[in-house]
């Protein structure tokens, strides 16, 4: 009783037969298979972005972002309201830790601004000045 008051969700008590452990197992899977949650939809102001469809919006307009500037704006979405470094953007989007200067970051954020502040007259993506970028949820 301990255990399940703890958070166990099941147990099996020694000796056991290695096909009742099985069993077990085959249940626990079932369960967490039948318990995923839906795909989450990613948003902040009218922005709004499936991660499973690759799919981002405007309000009513499909955005038409390439591979990166959605990785982009995926992983600023799912930091929302957390500031992220330009290496951190340059390591988690593009994969690579680079040393020295490289203005990627920069040159894709100027891309996602292009394709979603300027046409849709909002602020999404705000600049930390020597840090990097952040997108509010306001």
């Avoid at 000796?15 to 039948?34: D, G, M, Q, S, T």
């Avoid at 330009?86 to 989007?93: A, P, S």
């Avoid at 979603?116 to 602020?123: A, C, L, R, S």
């Amino acid at each position: 009783v301990t255990g399940l008051d703890g958070g166990a969700d099941d147990y099996i008590t020694k000796p056991f037969a290695i096909e009742e452990l099985l069993a077990r197992i085959r249940v626990a899977l079932r369960k967490k298979r039948a318990a995923a949650p839906p795909p989450t939809i990613l948003e902040a102001g009218i922005i709004r972005l499936d991660p499973v469809r690759r799919e981002a919006w405007a309000g009513e307009h499909q955005l038409e972002l390439t591979k990166k500037e959605f990785d982009l704006l995926q992983f600023l979405l799912e930091n929302k309201n957390i500031v992220m470094k330009r290496e951190v953007l340059l390591e988690r989007v593009w994969g690579y830790d680079f040393e020295g200067e490289t203005n990627v970051v920069d040159v894709y954020v100027r891309y996602l601004r292009a394709k979603i502040e300027e046409p849709f007259g909002i602020k999404l993506i705000h600049t930390v000045r020597g840090v990097g970028y952040v997108i509010k949820d306001e």
